[in-house]
C-alpha cells in the first residue's frame, strides 16, 4: 500500500486530493495547520497530522509522524487579490513564506528518505496565473512562479535518483475559498485609483462559467502522482487546458 503526505487538507483542492486517494486505497497523511477529523471520511488508513509549513520543527515533527512516504503533494498556500500599493511587505513575505519557502522546505525534508530509496514522487500544486498573468495578482503569481522554476530545475536535479517532480497547475476555482481569503488580505482597503480596473476583472471572473473544479485538480495530481509518462506540468480544470491548448507552454 502507497502512503501520500499532502499539505493544506482542511478544505478546498486539498481535502478533495485527500478524498480520491483514500477513495483508491492509498494510505494518506492529510496534513493541517489546525486539524480537524471531521471533515474527512473515517479510514484506517488516514492520518491527519498538524503542519504549519512555515514552521521548520512543524515540518521536522510533521514528517517524523509520517514515516516513510511514497509521494508528497505540496498544496497549501494562501493568496492576496490587490493592486500591489495596497500590499504591505508583511504581506508580500507572509505570501512568499508559504507558498513558496514552505513548499522548498517541505520538499527539503523528504528528499532523503526519497534519494535513499531512489523512488517517490514530489507533486507541487501551482496556478494558471503563472502562464496568463492578471492584474491584481501580482505577489500571488510571483510567489507561485517561483514555485515553477523551482520544481523544473528540481526535476533535473533528481533524475539520477529515480525521483520525479511534476506541476499541477489549476485555473480559477470558484467553488474553493480562495478569492475569499485573498479578498481578506486587502488590509485598510483597496487603492481607490485602482477601482475601476478591479471592478472590469471581477465583472469578468464572474460571467465566466469554464472554471476549475476541486475534482479536476485531485484527478491531475493522481495522474502526475501515478504517471511516470506524464509531462512535468499538468493542466487541471476546463479553463486551465483551454489555456494549454491556446499555446501556453505546459510541457517545458
Same mark, same amino acid.
Given at each position: ?136 495578482? $501580482? =505577489?500571488? %503569481?510571483? @510567489?507561485?512562479?517561483?514555485?515553477? *522554476? ?9 533524475? &539520477? ?47 465566466? $462559467? =469554464?472554471? %476549475?473544479? @476541486?475534482?479536476?485538480?485531485?484527478? *491531475? ?9 506524464? &509531462? ?21
Amino acid at each position: 500500500m502507497k502512503t501520500v503526505l499532502i499539505t493544506g487538507c482542511s478544505s478546498g483542492f486539498g481535502l478533495e486530493i485527500a478524498r480520491y486517494f483514500l477513495d483508491r486505497d492509498w494510505k494518506v497523511i492529510a496534513t493541517m495547520r489546525t486539524p480537524r477529523e471531521d471533515v474527512l471520511p473515517r479510514s484506517e488508513r488516514l492520518r491527519v497530522v498538524a503542519l504549519d509549513i512555515t514552521d521548520p520543527q512543524s515540518i521536522r515533527e510533521a514528517v517524523d509522524a509520517a514515516g516513510p512516504i511514497d509521494v508528497l503533494v505540496n498544496n497549501a498556500g494562501i493568496g492576496v487579490l490587490n493592486a500591489l500599493e495596497g500590499i504591505s511587505m508583511e504581506t508580500v513575505r507572509e505570501v512568499f513564506e508559504t507558498n513558496a519557502i514552505g513548499t522548498i522546505a517541505m520538499t527539503q525534508a523528504v528528499l532523503p528518505q526519497f534519494r535513499q530509496r531512489k523512488a517517490g514522487v514530489i507533486v507541487n500544486v501551482t496556478s494558471t496565473v503563472t502562464l496568463r498573468s492578471l492584474p491584481l495578482l $501580482s =505577489v500571488y %503569481t510571483a @510567489s507561485k512562479a517561483a514555485v515553477n *522554476a523551482f520544481t523544473e530545475s528540481l526535476a533535473l536535479e533528481l533524475q &539520477p535518483f529515480n525521483v520525479r517532480v511534476s506541476l499541477v497547475l489549476p485555473g480559477r476555482a470558484p467553488e474553493t475559498r480562495f478569492g475569499e481569503n485573498a479578498r481578506s488580505r486587502m488590509q485598510a482597503g483597496f487603492p481607490e485609483a485602482y477601482t475601476d480596473l478591479a471592478q472590469s476583472i471581477f465583472a469578468r471572473w464572474e460571467q465566466s $462559467s =469554464v472554471v %476549475t473544479r @476541486s475534482l479536476d485538480v485531485a484527478e *491531475a495530481v493522481w495522474r502526475a502522482a501515478n504517471d511516470p509518462s506524464s &509531462p512535468i506540468r499538468i493542466a487541471a480544470g476546463a479553463d486551465a487546458v483551454a489555456l494549454a491548448e491556446s499555446g501556453a507552454d505546459m510541457t517545458a
